[in-house]
């Protein structure tokens, strides 16, 4: 997991909230990426970014948002129109996203539960 | 579409013997291939991948895998399997060229169970 940090381990949801999941590294990667886990389903990409200031959606970026106000930091908002946010959420990051050779490293998760 | 598909849910094995994880792919390009691991309510670890080259790819714990273009097959193997290495294990790809995508493409995951 080391140089990717994400907190917190385990977070709780209450119906019509908002939640931020945090994404730190300290790899000096340009690209940044979150995706969610479901059992049974590998893993799905909701959102990346390429470079500070800038992310695209991914195959499932319906009801959560992020922000790459800086180069470290990836956060990702699970917001109320997530109707079925209850999921282990990884974050990863890699050199560059320009080349598709890069390996991307992961985070150790956020498991996320609506109460 | 792309696709990876590992064909088994769970993969059981004895201390010793040796191990294999199957996993194929569908893909329109050239595959760039990647095996992770991941203990219980962990994150993903990057084992190894195929680029480009040899075939057969060495990489961390004594893994290592066969790339084998006419079967679309990037099998996960080790000569002798320990106990620590049961969890669960992820196939995934990347196209050639997708860099604008960033996208890797996962595996339902396969369960390796090694008993003593």
């Known amino acids: 997991d080391g140089g990717i940090t994400q907190s917190p381990k385990y977070l709780f949801r209450k119906e019509g909230q908002n939640v931020t999941l945090s994404c730190e590294q300290n790899?000096?990667?340009?690209?940044m990426y979150w995706y969610r886990q479901d059992p049974g389903q590998g893993l799905r990409l909701i959102y990346y970014s390429q470079i500070v200031n800038d992310f695209q959606k991914g195959d499932i970026a319906e009801g959560y948002s992020v922000s790459r106000e800086k180069k470290e930091s990836f956060p990702l908002t699970v917001t109320s129109a997530q109707k079925n946010p209850t999921a282990f959420y990884l974050c990863a990051s890699s050199i560059t996203a320009r080349q598709s050779q890069e390996t991307q490293y992961f985070g150790p998760g956020t498991r996320l539960l609506v109460l | 579409a792309q696709s990876v598909a590992q064909p088994e849910d769970q993969v059981n094995v004895a201390e010793g013997n040796p191990l294999t994880v199957k996993c194929t792919y569908s893909v329109s390009g050239n595959p760039y291939l990647f095996w992770y691991v991941q203990y219980p309510n962990r994150g993903l670890q990057f084992l190894l991948k195929y680029i480009t080259g040899d075939n057969l790819v060495k990489g961390s714990y004594g893994f290592e895998a066969e790339f084998n273009k006419s079967q679309t097959s990037f099998h996960l193997k080790k000569p002798s399997a320990l106990v620590s290495d049961s969890a669960l294990y992820f196939c995934a790809v990347r196209l050639y060229g997708s860099s604008n995508t960033g996208k890797l493409i996962f595996g339902q995951g396969t369960t390796l169970q090694v008993k003593p």
């Open positions: 790899l000096n990667h340009d690209a």
